[in-house]
């Protein structure tokens, strides 16, 4: 006996407007009577304080309560029977309905460190007190309705940087400070979800040879803790987790001087979503530009968390908008 | 039995063809009107067919075939070389350049490799510093914890995957798939196995091109057919991406996207790269993502993996429907930059890693070359200038060549895939553009080569004396002498073709001064070799390369097989001519000859094909002393003395020997004691010639000399001898094929011609001869029926002659008489022949009904038939063996077979003997 849900669409994004449809599969050597097929629907932001970085107590991970953005029941079958072998059975769901009352706006699907957006479809088949109901569930991807979506393009604007010995805020190699080195760019901060991050970037100058160029995509997950401290809303209440999503390397070796090099990352999915700045939390993103000089102190460290700095790196972090366009 | 008398001049007026005069000679080209019929003059006689004459319809139409062969294979030639199949060319070049860069025996392996060497953990860091560190210190590195693994396993492993991803791809697992690909890809990050690295990035390109085309297939399958396997849509050729469903675009952004989430870049391009033409379902102009990925390929700081890397990108963009110069010069420009990189960076440190940097530069040629022949491929003339502005070599459409400096080794690849028309056309530009390139990466005198070789191409060049000035100007500077010829070869035929002796001595000079100062190494001799070779085949007389200066002199210090060859083509030379008659040339190719014949080398070939060998034979034969016939003489004495060894040569010798007598006749008697020698030569030579077939003809020639000098005793013993050679043939050789039975029958009918004018020997009875070669026949088991009847007939038509009171033809001496003079009327001669004519007859008989073939025997019949009625009278006896003979022709040939006709005919009309005596 088993039981599984196949959405009508291969990827399974869907927006809150559309009708969620798909099969519920039974396979089953003998025939099932049941007392109805209930299938439900779950959406919730689950907010999860580990170890943070201001000294956030363990404790406190109870007080974060999921959040709860849709919940509902519907029966896609009266009680009867299931013949033997392989039945489909059809369904199609109005997650949110016009008039209906949700309880939240419906976040994008998103999986972080902290955050979870998550978007669920439940299959019941109770069969009484005897038997153990069938039961299956599946995720399916939730995107903003487009009439929601912005209007506006993405701007196309870029921001310029540039990375010197002068704008590191960090200790580096003697070698590095006094030897010097350039390097500049220009990238999009404002970026359509489905396309990818681009920019470029030069290498101008650089005394000490370059091991490595690379770009961080990092999130930046926040968490209201307890309301009660509303005036004190400091960093000791809000976690604050900055972690990297994605990683992506655009120069490998001490790449020539003076040539343009393409910033090309295309954001991975479920990783990312909108940029959300809801109430009691907030997904942010942000992009660091990473330059890994060639040290014979680099050596004898292992393999780190990239965004520490250290004496051999150099660094960039430009804040990064992800919206879903039309 | 009474022979039948003949009167041989009568005979021949009678049958003789009218002779008419040809205005043309019949096998000379076609007139201008070749269809005019040529007028029958057979006058009415259709039993004969003139080959001649016949009309010339076939000739015409074999000749148009010859014409449709020629131009449809140039055709195919043609169309095959212009759509020669990128696919195949690129498989053809990856074999080309793995076999250029064999696997060594060990591969040290470094970082990327755990997937080379598993199960251990290995050690991280960037491949380029560790490519460095290896460079500075390949101790230390080993030390450090890189692997060492056999070639043979490395390149093992790698089928090893790339049967594990078609397992995987087949399992649909397109996870593993993926996750497989990508550690191939990450694999060429490891640049530290140098010279393992081209067959590394051919097998890896493998697997990665098998990768691009699974996903273009699963992609196009996709938007081709739904679900249930039916065919929805049809992709066009050239579709474009809105005729592909949004399925088939989401599965292809997905792969999209897991190459884009890979960390490194350089797998990450090489995936890319592999399923470029994938983004032909998302979007229409997938050259955008080309540019994008040769600008990412920037990022690229090791020179052999960014140079290998975009030879990958020029291979997969030739998978695109519309191909981009532009990109590819992009590419061409980067490399430029990045080898710029490495031959300015390594002069700065220290010492001896020129070796290493060497090695880098020959690795990464192959890209070069291969980016500069697509670039260069259909090309049109006026592109090229584009292109060439492109590639940074001019500022303008008019200056394409500008007054700085390029990087050697790509002028080098450019050069040689520029049209030639360019070429010849900016010659003097190109000189001076080569002349300021001068760095490590190429050595100089190679371009100017190239440059030369590329002029040859074209026949006329306008600035042949500025370009070929130029040229002296740089070689004379080089004090090498592998330079020097390296260079001078390459503008020889220019000098050559341009007249320009003064230039050609100059060289010669150089070459001779340079080379006497140092040993001739081997490499040198072949330039060399090839500098000679292209003289002398210019020069159409020997004459001219003695006059040339310093010629013999280079000649004296050529050795080896080089020194054989230029021999060859001297001698060549030599005997182009025909007639060699000048003392000092004869000494001169004596001498050539002498030394080629000394050479090891070609003194061991012993086929038939000996060059050396069949040209010394000739230049035998061709000598001529004129006059002075015993210098001649002793010069076959001198060559059978010094070219023993050769094979055929004596049969020259002795073929030289007999014309030599027969020259000394024709000018009189006075010569008898000269003849006698030359016959003694060719006596003496004659035993030791070996097959046994060309003894007996060269037996027979001599004999015919020796009778033609009236040396009736030296003729009758080189006749013994060629009796005896012909006894012991089967002895020598069992298997016998028909081409050498036809030879020896043939040889022994001219044997029996030969008798005719030979005298009845006394002593030993007129008939001693013949006699002796029955029985001989008779004795040789291995004779087919078929040779025997022939044999017979023509011992019939022999005596038949023999009994004529005036032979059919004498020996072209007076004092010497035949057989008609001496023994005509001769009743115990006539006795003697008639004899012996009953007892072949016999044999002839006898011989025809052993034949097992029914046509053959019916034919042979046939011709004994005739032989006898023409030879003999009809006797009661005789027409008894006619009409049997003629029996049998009918029993085994059909009754309209034109043979049995005409031979029936022939008797009917013959005078039967009612007067036989």
Same mark, same amino acid.
């Given at each position: 006996?088993?039981?599984?849900?196949?959405?009508?669409?291969?990827?399974?994004?869907?927006?809150?407007?559309?009708?969620?449809?798909?099969?519920?599969?039974?396979?089953?050597?003998?025939?099932?009577?049941?007392?109805?097929?209930?299938?439900? $629907?779950? +959406?919730?932001?689950?907010? &999860?304080?580990?170890?943070?970085?201001?000294? #956030?107590? /363990?404790?406190? =991970?109870?007080?974060?309560?999921?959040?709860?953005?849709?919940?509902?029941?519907?029966?896609?079958?009266?009680?009867?029977?299931?013949?033997?072998?392989?039945?489909?059975?059809?369904?199609?769901?109005?997650?949110?309905?016009?008039?209906?009352?949700?309880?939240?706006?419906?976040?994008?699907?998103?999986?972080?460190?902290?955050?979870?957006?998550?978007?669920?479809?439940?299959?019941?088949?109770?069969?009484?007190?005897?038997?153990?109901?069938?039961?299956?569930?599946?995720?399916?991807?939730?995107?903003?309705?487009?009439?929601?979506?912005?209007?506006?393009?993405?701007?196309?604007?870029?921001?310029?940087?540039?990375?010197?010995?002068?704008?590191?805020?960090?200790?580096?190699?003697?070698?590095?400070?006094?030897?010097?080195?350039? $390097?500049? +760019?220009?990238?999009?901060? &404002?970026?359509?979800?489905?396309?990818?991050? #681009?920019? /470029?970037?030069? =290498?101008?100058?650089?005394?000490?040879?370059?091991?490595?160029?690379?770009?961080?995509?990092?999130?930046?997950?926040?968490?209201?803790?307890?309301?009660?401290?509303?005036?004190?809303?400091?960093?000791?209440?809000?976690?604050?987790?900055?972690?990297?999503?994605?990683?992506?390397?655009?120069?490998?070796?001490?790449?020539?001087?003076?040539?343009?090099?393409?910033?090309?990352?295309?954001?991975?999915?479920?990783?990312?979503?909108?940029?959300?700045?809801?109430?009691?939390?907030?997904?942010?993103?942000?992009?660091?530009?990473?330059?890994?000089?060639?040290?014979?102190?680099?050596?004898?460290?292992?393999?780190?968390?990239?965004?520490?700095?250290?004496?051999?790196?150099?660094?960039?972090?430009?804040?990064?908008?992800?919206?879903?366009?039309? | 039995?009474?022979?039948?008398?003949?009167?041989?001049?009568?005979?021949?007026?009678?049958?003789?063809?009218?002779?008419?005069?040809?205005?043309?000679?019949?096998?000379?080209?076609?007139?201008?009107?070749?269809?005019?019929?040529?007028?029958?003059?057979?006058?009415?006689?259709?039993?004969?067919?003139?080959?001649?004459?016949?009309?010339?319809?076939?000739?015409?139409?074999?000749?148009?075939?010859?014409?449709?062969?020629?131009?449809?294979?140039?055709?195919?030639?043609?169309?095959?070389?212009?759509?020669?199949?990128?696919?195949?060319?690129?498989?053809?070049?990856?074999?080309?350049?793995?076999?250029?860069?064999?696997?060594?025996?060990?591969?040290?392996?470094?970082?990327?490799?755990?997937?080379?060497?598993?199960?251990?953990?290995?050690?991280?860091?960037?491949?380029?510093?560790?490519?460095?560190?290896?460079?500075?210190?390949?101790?230390?590195?080993?030390?450090?914890?890189?692997?060492?693994?056999?070639?043979?396993?490395?390149?093992?492993?790698?089928?090893?995957?790339?049967?594990?991803?078609?397992?995987?791809?087949?399992?649909?697992?397109?996870?593993?798939?993926?996750?497989?690909?990508?550690?191939?890809?990450?694999?060429?990050?490891?640049?530290?196995?140098?010279?393992?690295?081209?067959?590394?990035?051919?097998?890896?390109?493998?697997?990665?091109?098998?990768?691009?085309?699974?996903?273009?297939?699963?992609?196009?399958?996709?938007?081709?057919?739904?679900?249930?396997?039916?065919?929805?849509?049809?992709?066009?050729?050239?579709?474009?991406?809105?005729?592909?469903?949004?399925?088939?675009?989401?599965?292809?952004?997905?792969?999209?996207?897991?190459?884009?989430?890979?960390?490194?870049?350089?797998?990450?391009?090489?995936?890319?790269?592999?399923?470029?033409?994938?983004?032909?379902?998302?979007?229409?102009?997938?050259?955008?993502?080309?540019?994008?990925?040769?600008?990412?390929?920037?990022?690229?700081?090791?020179?052999?993996?960014?140079?290998?890397?975009?030879?990958?990108?020029?291979?997969?963009?030739?998978?695109?429907?519309?191909?981009?110069?532009?990109?590819?010069?992009?590419?061409?420009?980067?490399?430029?930059?990045?080898?710029?990189?490495?031959?300015?960076?390594?002069?700065?440190?220290?010492?001896?890693?020129?070796?290493?940097?060497?090695?880098?530069?020959?690795?990464?040629?192959?890209?070069?070359?291969?980016?500069?022949?697509?670039?260069?491929?259909?090309?049109?003339?006026?592109?090229?200038?584009?292109?060439?502005?492109?590639?940074?070599?001019?500022?303008?459409?008019?200056?394409?060549?500008?007054?700085?400096?390029?990087?050697?080794?790509?002028?080098?690849?450019?050069?040689?895939?520029?049209?030639?028309?360019?070429?010849?056309?900016?010659?003097?530009?190109?000189?001076?553009?080569?002349?300021?390139?001068?760095?490590?990466?190429?050595?100089?005198?190679?371009?100017?080569?190239?440059?030369?070789?590329?002029?040859?191409?074209?026949?006329?060049?306008?600035?042949?004396?500025?370009?070929?000035?130029?040229?002296?100007?740089?070689?004379?500077?080089?004090?090498?002498?592998?330079?020097?010829?390296?260079?001078?070869?390459?503008?020889?035929?220019?000098?050559?073709?341009?007249?320009?002796?003064?230039?050609?001595?100059?060289?010669?000079?150089?070459?001779?001064?340079?080379?006497?100062?140092?040993?001739?190494?081997?490499?040198?001799?072949?330039?060399?070799?090839?500098?000679?070779?292209?003289?002398?085949?210019?020069?159409?007389?020997?004459?001219?390369?003695?006059?040339?200066?310093?010629?013999?002199?280079?000649?004296?210090?050529?050795?080896?097989?080089?020194?054989?060859?230029?021999?060859?083509?001297?001698?060549?030379?030599?005997?182009?001519?025909?007639?060699?008659?000048?003392?000092?040339?004869?000494?001169?190719?004596?001498?050539?000859?002498?030394?080629?014949?000394?050479?090891?080398?070609?003194?061991?070939?012993?086929?038939?094909?000996?060059?050396?060998?069949?040209?010394?034979?000739?230049?035998?034969?061709?000598?001529?002393?004129?006059?002075?016939?015993?210098?001649?003489?002793?010069?076959?004495?001198?060559?059978?003395?010094?070219?023993?060894?050769?094979?055929?040569?004596?049969?020259?010798?002795?073929?030289?020997?007999?014309?030599?007598?027969?020259?000394?006749?024709?000018?009189?008697?006075?010569?008898?004691?000269?003849?006698?020698?030359?016959?003694?030569?060719?006596?003496?030579?004659?035993?030791?010639?070996?097959?046994?077939?060309?003894?007996?003809?060269?037996?027979?020639?001599?004999?015919?000399?020796?009778?033609?000098?009236?040396?009736?005793?030296?003729?009758?013993?080189?006749?013994?001898?060629?009796?005896?050679?012909?006894?012991?043939?089967?002895?020598?050789?069992?298997?016998?094929?028909?081409?050498?039975?036809?030879?020896?029958?043939?040889?022994?009918?001219?044997?029996?011609?030969?008798?005719?004018?030979?005298?009845?020997?006394?002593?030993?009875?007129?008939?001693?001869?013949?006699?002796?070669?029955?029985?001989?026949?008779?004795?040789?088991?291995?004779?087919?029926?078929?040779?025997?009847?022939?044999?017979?007939?023509?011992?019939?038509?022999?005596?038949?002659?023999?009994?004529?009171?005036?032979?059919?033809?004498?020996?072209?001496?007076?004092?010497?008489?035949?057989?008609?003079?001496?023994?005509?009327?001769?009743?115990?001669?006539?006795?003697?022949?008639?004899?012996?004519?009953?007892?072949?007859?016999?044999?002839?008989?006898?011989?025809?009904?052993?034949?097992?073939?029914?046509?053959?025997?019916?034919?042979?019949?046939?011709?004994?038939?005739?032989?006898?009625?023409?030879?003999?009278?009809?006797?009661?006896?005789?027409?008894?063996?006619?009409?049997?003979?003629?029996?049998?022709?009918?029993?085994?040939?059909?009754?309209?077979?034109?043979?049995?006709?005409?031979?029936?005919?022939?008797?009917?009309?013959?005078?039967?003997?009612?007067?036989?005596?």
């Amino acid at each position: 006996m088993s039981i599984e849900l196949k959405l009508s669409r291969i990827n399974r994004v869907y927006r809150p407007s559309e009708v969620v449809e798909g099969k519920i599969i039974v396979r089953s050597s003998s025939s099932i009577s049941h007392y109805g097929i209930r299938l439900a $629907v779950n +959406g919730s932001v689950n907010l &999860q304080v580990r170890g943070g970085s201001a000294g #956030v107590i /363990e404790t406190l =991970v109870g007080v974060a309560k999921p959040i709860s953005i849709v919940n509902k029941i519907i029966e896609v079958r009266p009680s009867g029977k299931i013949a033997s072998g392989t039945s489909e059975i059809p369904f199609s769901m109005n997650i949110k309905q016009l008039g209906e009352k949700n309880l939240e706006r419906f976040y994008e699907t998103f999986h972080g460190a902290n955050i979870n957006i998550q978007y669920l479809l439940t299959v019941d088949i109770s069969r009484g007190y005897l038997h153990k109901s069938l039961s299956t569930t599946m995720e399916f991807i939730v995107e903003s309705d487009k009439a929601d979506l912005l209007e506006r393009p993405v701007s196309p604007e870029m921001v310029i940087f540039y990375l010197t010995q002068d704008t590191q805020r960090h200790p580096l190699l003697p070698e590095l400070k006094s030897g010097g080195f350039r $390097v500049i +760019g220009k990238m999009s901060t &404002q970026c359509c979800l489905s396309d990818p991050i #681009v920019g /470029e970037l030069t =290498v101008e100058a650089s005394a000490v040879p370059i091991c490595s160029i690379d770009m961080h995509l990092l999130r930046v997950e926040s968490i209201l803790l307890g309301e009660k401290i509303v005036t004190e809303q400091s960093l000791i209440q809000t976690t604050q987790a900055c972690t990297l999503s994605h990683l992506i390397n655009i120069a490998d070796g001490d790449v020539c001087r003076n040539m343009t090099l393409p910033i090309y990352v295309i954001l991975p999915r479920l990783l990312t979503c909108p940029t959300v700045l809801a109430g009691p939390f907030s997904i942010e993103f942000k992009v660091a530009i990473v330059i890994t000089f060639q040290s014979d102190v680099a050596k004898v460290h292992s393999k780190s968390d990239p965004t520490t700095p250290r004496l051999w790196l150099a660094m960039e972090s430009l804040p990064l908008e992800l919206v879903r366009t039309r | 039995m009474e022979f039948r008398p003949r009167n041989y001049s009568a005979e021949k007026q009678a049958h003789a063809l009218p002779r008419v005069r040809a205005d043309d000679h019949p096998l000379s080209a076609p007139s201008s009107l070749p269809h005019l019929q040529i007028e029958v003059v057979d006058h009415g006689d259709t039993e004969f067919f003139d080959p001649l004459r016949r009309s010339d319809n076939n000739a015409e139409a074999a000749k148009e075939d010859l014409v449709d062969i020629e131009t449809s294979s140039g055709a195919g030639l043609s169309s095959e070389a212009s759509t020669q199949n990128p696919s195949k060319e690129w498989a053809s070049f990856k074999r080309s350049l793995v076999q250029r860069f064999p696997v060594s025996k060990t591969v040290s392996t470094s970082s990327m490799s755990d997937v080379m060497v598993k199960g251990r953990k290995t050690y991280e860091k960037s491949s380029t510093s560790m490519h460095l560190e290896e460079l500075d210190d390949p101790e230390k590195f080993a030390e450090e914890g890189g692997k060492v693994i056999t070639g043979q396993e490395y390149v093992s492993r790698l089928h090893e995957l790339k049967a594990e991803l078609t397992r995987a791809w087949h399992a649909d697992d397109r996870v593993t798939s993926l996750k497989i690909s990508i550690k191939v890809a990450r694999l060429l990050m490891d640049t530290s196995v140098l010279q393992c690295y081209p067959t590394l990035f051919a097998l890896a390109t493998d697997i990665l091109d098998m990768l691009g085309d699974m996903v273009w297939e699963r992609i196009k399958l996709k938007a081709e057919f739904d679900e249930d396997e039916t065919k929805f849509c049809f992709l066009p050729e050239n579709f474009s991406a809105s005729d592909v469903c949004s399925d088939a675009k989401e599965t292809c952004k997905n792969w999209f996207c897991k190459i884009g989430a890979v960390r490194e870049l350089l797998p990450r391009i090489y995936l890319e790269l592999a399923l470029l033409p994938c983004w032909r379902f998302l979007v229409d102009q997938p050259l955008d993502s080309l540019r994008r990925l040769i600008m990412m390929t920037r990022g690229l700081a090791d020179p052999l993996a960014s140079a290998y890397c975009r030879l990958y990108m020029s291979h997969c963009m030739r998978k695109l429907p519309s191909l981009d110069t532009g990109c590819l010069l992009t590419c061409a420009n980067d490399f430029k930059i990045v080898l710029m990189r490495v031959i300015s960076a390594e002069e700065t440190s220290h010492g001896n890693l020129s070796d290493n940097k060497r090695l880098l530069v020959g690795l990464m040629e192959p890209t070069i070359e291969f980016i500069m022949k697509c670039i260069f491929k259909n090309m049109s003339e006026r592109q090229v200038g584009d292109v060439l502005v492109e590639l940074g070599l001019g500022d303008n459409q008019v200056e394409l060549f500008g007054r700085f400096p390029y990087v050697s080794i790509v002028l080098h690849h450019l050069l040689k895939q520029l049209p030639s028309e360019v070429v010849s056309s900016r010659a003097v530009e190109i000189l001076c553009l080569i002349e300021l390139s001068n760095d490590d990466s190429f050595d100089q005198c190679l371009n100017y080569r190239l440059l030369g070789f590329r002029l040859c191409e074209r026949s006329q060049i306008d600035t042949a004396n500025a370009v070929v000035d130029k040229a002296i100007q740089v070689i004379v500077q080089y004090d090498g002498l592998d330079e020097y010829l390296k260079v001078a070869d390459a503008y020889v035929d220019i000098i050559l073709q341009n007249h320009m002796d003064d230039h050609l001595n100059s060289i010669l000079e150089g070459i001779s001064k340079r080379a006497c100062s140092e040993e001739i190494a081997d490499d040198e001799m072949e330039t060399l070799q090839s500098i000679l070779v292209k003289l002398l085949a210019y020069y159409k007389d020997l004459e001219d390369i003695f006059s040339m200066n310093h010629f013999l002199k280079i000649l004296d210090l050529m050795y080896g097989s080089s020194r054989s060859i230029v021999n060859m083509h001297i001698l060549d030379i030599g005997i182009r001519n025909g007639c060699i008659r000048d003392p000092r040339t004869i000494q001169f190719l004596l001498e050539i000859s002498r030394a080629l014949h000394q050479d090891e080398n070609f003194g061991n070939l012993k086929d038939d094909t000996n060059q050396p060998a069949r040209l010394i034979s000739q230049f035998v034969s061709l000598v001529d002393y004129g006059a002075e016939m015993e210098s001649q003489l002793a010069f076959l004495v001198e060559c059978r003395g010094s070219f023993g060894g050769i094979r055929g040569l004596k049969e020259t010798l002795i073929h030289s020997s007999n014309c030599l007598a027969i020259k000394a006749l024709k000018d009189g008697n006075r010569h008898l004691g000269f003849v006698k020698s030359c016959i003694a030569f060719s006596e003496v030579t004659l035993p030791s010639i070996s097959p046994q077939i060309r003894q007996l003809n060269l037996y027979l020639e001599t004999a015919e000399v020796a009778l033609l000098g009236g040396l009736i005793s030296h003729s009758d013993g080189l006749i013994d001898s060629a009796i005896n050679s012909l006894q012991i043939l089967d002895v020598l050789d069992g298997s016998r094929t028909p081409i050498d039975a036809e030879g020896v029958l043939s040889s022994i009918q001219k044997l029996f011609s030969l008798l005719v004018m030979v005298p009845g020997n006394l002593e030993h009875g007129v008939t001693y001869l013949p006699k002796n070669l029955v029985l001989m026949i008779n004795s040789q088991s291995w004779m087919t029926p078929r040779m025997r009847v022939k044999f017979f007939c023509a011992i019939v038509s022999l005596l038949a002659a023999l009994s004529q009171q005036n032979l059919p033809y004498h020996a072209d001496n007076v004092k010497l008489l035949g057989n008609d003079v001496l023994f005509f009327g001769d009743s115990s001669y006539l006795h003697e022949l008639a004899s012996l004519c009953q007892f072949v007859l016999q044999n002839l008989v006898d011989a025809i009904q052993q034949e097992p073939s029914m046509t053959a025997r019916g034919s042979m019949a046939l011709e004994a038939c005739n032989c006898i009625a023409s030879s003999l009278i009809l006797s009661q006896e005789i027409s008894s063996i006619c009409s049997k003979l003629i029996e049998t022709g009918k029993s085994c040939l059909s009754t309209n077979n034109r043979y049995l006709q005409s031979t029936i005919q022939f008797i009917d009309h013959l005078p039967h003997s009612s007067v036989a005596v």
